[in-house]
């Protein structure tokens, strides 16, 4: 699709605009797919590469027909006896992966706010920024917690690394146990430190998704409950137009209680992505 007609394809135009007129205060939140499209892994596809190791085709097959990512990692955890080495062995497998340093990467840490939000493990971003005007991005990671929210309330040019660093393996939260570690339970956060800079971007920040499934996720439980308390609160994702009728009903409903406003690619087009992340970085 031409650039011209994915910037006026469905609501986009005016979505687009609104986000340039304010692209300083724009907070990336940057997901899995970002690193998908650098030849990293979503997340099924690194349990996948872990389950190898403790299961059978056939066990593999039916942990993820299960459709349950935590519980997909909770086994793997299990099967291994021994977490550290699981969090030794992604450390592995991502210095095995054969990284193509796109532009998209580069656009996200350059084009927008100083403040950047990843769930990513990898340092796709923070290697992006070195040759980036605005500086290179220091991450921050959840044990960084006085680092965190003076980050947050001076919008630092830092980079939230919310589930951790393969850089500090000992960081990365993986299993059902930890992520409730992190984010406690729904409506009943307590003072964990997570929920809290969550709630403060999303209450006090515009945030745009990019390369975010927006499925079951611990963050959009924060999202809901910021935008239950007030339904003023809006953001942006990039998401694909779903093609069947009924799943794109579906997520529509879901964005709309998320305050999420779409700008929308064709359902595969994922080179569309890049096109619009340009888009939204070009000073002209």
């Known amino acids: 699709m031409e650039l011209n007609e994915l910037i006026y394809y469905q609501a986009n135009k005016k979505r687009l605009d609104r986000i ?9 939140f940057v997901g899995a797919g970002v690193s998908k499209s650098c030849g990293l892994y979503l997340w099924q596809e ?22 349950d990512l935590f519980g997909y ?56 920024s070195v040759d980036s005007p605005m500086g290179p991005i220091k991450p921050l990671l959840p044990c960084h917690e006085g680092q965190m929210n003076e980050a947050i309330a001076l919008n630092s040019r830092r980079l939230l690394k919310l589930h951790g660093s393969i850089e500090e393996i000992s960081s990365l ?19 964990r430190i997570l929920p809290i800079n969550l709630k403060n971007i999303f209450e006090g920040k515009k945030v745009l998704f990019v390369g975010c499934s927006l499925d079951k996720d611990y963050t959009l439980d924060i999202l809901q409950e910021c935008v239950k308390r007030n339904h003023t609160i809006s953001h942006f994702a990039i998401v694909p137009y779903l093609s069947n009728p009924e799943k794109r009903v579906k997520r529509q409903r879901k964005l ?13 087009n994922f080179e569309a992505v890049g096109q619009l992340i340009q888009f939204l970085a070009d000073e002209k």
Not at 46 to 65: C, E, G, M, R, V
Request: proline content about 4%.
């Open 173 to 191: 939260i993986l299993t059902t146990k930890q992520y409730k570690n992190y984010y406690g339970q729904k409506w009943r956060r307590g003072n």
């Open 256 to 268: 709309t209680k998320l305050g999420i406003e779409a700008i929308y690619y064709p359902e595969g």
């Open 20 to 28: 340039i007129n304010n692209k300083n205060n724009i907070v990336p």
């Open 46 to 67: 690194l349990l996948d590469k872990l389950a190898i190791d403790y299961f059978t085709p056939a066990q593999i097959h039916s942990l993820k027909s299960a459709n």
């Open 73 to 128: 990692a909770d086994k793997i955890v299990a099967a291994a006896g021994n977490i550290d080495m699981i969090m030794k062995r992604i450390g592995e497998i991502f210095d095995e992966a054969e990284v193509v340093h796109t532009e998209i990467p580069s656009l996200l840490v350059s084009s927008f706010s100083p403040l950047v939000i990843t769930t990513n493990y990898d340092t796709l971003l923070e290697t992006a």
